[in-house]
């Protein structure tokens, strides 16, 4: 058993009664090939829940100070996590990231970049529109919709994959593409809150 498959297996049995998780939309993730998860991001729990709630192993990109907290930093790669340099290009993350969805493997993202305080759905930056435009992988929308209570319930929600061919023949920018994501959550949230 991996690291990644313990914690999974050991988180679970604390969150899903916790938290009373709902999901809703497994079956949206395909069981091969590459995957683009991207989610709505309103605590810092949500790798944790997204991660738990998947059927398959994701990779995430996490911010680069997470790596360098004590003991926690030395875990986070265990977990299928990679670091980003937040707030401009960091081209080795963007390269980690193709190279995860060129292996057929999930990549996990939240595209608002940051928590959102208010609980509502941000601006999504160009880094999902990127790997959406720039891998062949089907994009996977997802919503956390909760709060994040003691014994209330807390759903996950995948929407069904969203197929970027058209867009990617037509050149669409990695801006477009984001917005096309960012709408595929709202619709998400609006639908299942």
């Known amino acids: 058993m991996t690291m990644y498959s313990f914690a999974r297996s050991v988180v679970n049995m604390i969150y899903k009664p916790l938290y009373r998780i709902e999901t809703i939309g497994q079956e949206n993730i395909p069981k091969e090939g590459s995957v683009l998860l991207c989610s709505n991001h309103i605590s810092n729990f949500d790798p944790i829940v997204v ?26 790669p265990y977990l299928n996590a990679f670091p980003v340099k937040r707030g401009m290009s960091d081209r080795e993350a963007l390269r980690k990231g193709l190279g995860i969805l060129k292996e057929n493997r999930v990549l996990g993202l939240f595209p608002e970049g940051t928590r ?4 509502e759905l941000g601006e ?8 959406a435009t720039r891998s062949e992988a089907l994009i996977v929308p997802c919503a956390v919709i909760g709060p994040y209570k003691a014994l209330n319930k807390l759903k996950v929600v995948y929407g069904k994959p969203v197929d970027f061919t058209e867009y990617r023949k037509n050149k669409i920018s990695a801006d477009e593409a984001t917005k096309i994501i960012m709408e595929e959550i709202r619709k998400l949230i609006i639908a299942n809150k």
């Not at 991660?51 to 004590?70: D, N």
């Not at 959102?116 to 609980?119: D, I, V």
């Open 124 to 131: 999504g930056l160009a880094g999902a529109g990127f790997f």
């Open 51 to 76: 991660g738990i709630t998947t059927p398959r192993p994701v990779h995430f990109m996490a911010k680069e100070e997470l790596f360098q907290v004590p003991l926690l930093g030395k875990l986070v």
């Open 116 to 119: 959102s305080k208010t609980g």
